[in-house]
């Protein structure tokens, strides 16, 4: 099948995130200038620059996240693991303002090392952040769209040590959560490892 992006697609519901799919889930700590907490799921994040690390995250319109980065200038993003995934659903909730998602999840908060910001202590890691620019990005007519992109760049990064072998992190252990399409996710039950092929290889064979 084919459709133009923004025209009728004939199928029950819009496949565009489950095309654009697994994608990490940012859990987004941050507190407002009068001092509530705020922590919400996005699976529009990723890592975007190695040097400096940078990560962003993006918003459908204005929300306490957003906001709460705009008035502060920091947040942090802590990683799902399988066994906190229900809890991070229940954060999705449509809260009001000034209400604790970690309260209402059960989880435990910590407070970042750097930054003015909590993040979820049970996680097998977390990142600290400085916002660096917030922004609605142009549409191809130049009007602005309507979610709002935060970029901050990582100044810490925790993590727990039950999740490190060998100077590196055992991905089985951390089982982290990507979102997929529509309500489903994935963890890391199935693994495989691939080594990026080198030109100067090729060349001997």
Not at 39 to 54: C, D, G, T, V
Request: aromatic share 10%; hydrophobic share 40%.
């Amino acid at each position: 099948m084919f459709y133009k992006a923004d025209g009728p697609h004939g199928l029950a519901h819009d496949p565009f995130k489950a095309l654009v799919s697994p994608r990490p889930i940012g859990w987004i700590g941050t507190r407002g200038r009068d001092g509530s907490v705020n922590l919400a799921p996005y699976s529009f994040f990723n890592a975007i620059s190695e040097r400096p690390k940078m990560v962003m995250f993006s918003s459908l319109g204005r929300k306490d996240s957003q906001l709460n980065c705009e008035e502060t200038g920091v947040f942090t993003a802590s990683l799902v693991s399988r066994d906190l995934a229900e809890e991070m659903n229940r954060t999705a909730v449509d809260s009001p303002y000034g209400e604790s998602e970690f309260a209402f999840a059960g989880l435990e908060t910590a407070e970042g090392e750097l930054v003015d910001a909590p993040y979820v202590a049970q996680s097998w890691a977390a990142l600290e952040c400085r916002v660096t620019d917030v922004f609605q990005p142009k549409t191809l007519d130049g009007s602005e769209s309507s979610n709002w992109l935060v970029f901050g760049q990582v100044v810490g990064i925790h993590i727990r040590d039950e999740v490190l072998k060998d100077g590196m992190i055992d991905m089985d252990k951390a089982n982290p959560v990507a979102r997929l399409g529509y309500m489903d996710y994935a963890d890391s039950a199935n693994l495989f490892s691939m080594t990026r092929p080198r030109w100067v290889d090729t060349e001997k064979s």
